[in-house]
């Protein structure tokens, strides 16, 4: 048995429909019950980084902007890009973000050479259902100037 709700064009909220069974000579009644939901879409900010010295580490965050009265999953984050390799996270993934509220991705920054490096960092979430957006992860690394003299 298929069966199949279209909700187009109908308002949020709970619809209620019956369903009747004839099995080995019993009917029985089904209450279907389905809800109808807007999903708004949640707001990403990439995270800025500054330059930062060679063989220290920087901190940023990625965040996650959820309208909804419902909780939103952010179900991977992929590095990738020229230069994956110089950011990390340090958030675990999946990270539920709390109905109306803001979630938090740390991605760390630690540059091996002077330049500037780039990654992209695509985040997915699951609602709306195999939405994700690229962001462009962009930092500068240098190193302290030494001088020495005798």
Known sequence: MNLQFKPAGLANGYYEAELDINTSGLQRKVIL???????LQSGVLSATFDTAFICQ??????????PNDFPVT?????????N???FNLA???PLVVAPASRGEIKVNYAPTVIGT?????IVSRDLPKGFTDTLILTAFGDQLPSRFWA
């Open 57 to 66: 580490e920087q901190s940023r965050s990625i965040f996650i902007d959820n």
């Open 33 to 39: 019950i389905a809800r109808i939901k807007t999903i």
């Open 91 to 93: 958030t675990s993934i």
């Open 84 to 86: 994956p390799a110089d």
């Open 74 to 82: 952010v179900t991977d984050v992929t590095l990738g890009g020229a």
């Open 117 to 121: 490096s780039t990654a992209t960092a």
